[in-house]
């Protein structure tokens, strides 16, 4: 898969994984970081979901 998965929040680096959703937006485990909603915001900072970077997982 060349689309990475996890994306990561550039103000304070908290990492998406959607392999866990995020439990404070109600976004279920599975959820594409493409699928959340465009008003979504980073769970820790509430920076914009378009200050999330692609993750590079090695």
Known sequence: MAE????????CWHVYDPDEGDVQAQIPPGTAFSEL?????CPRCDGA?????????G
């Not at 909603?37 to 915001?41: A, L, S």
């Open 4 to 11: 990475a998965t996890r994306f990561e929040c550039r103000v």
């Open 37 to 41: 909603p465009e008003n979504w915001c």
């Open 49 to 57: 979901k378009s200050g999330f970077l692609p993750c590079s997982d």
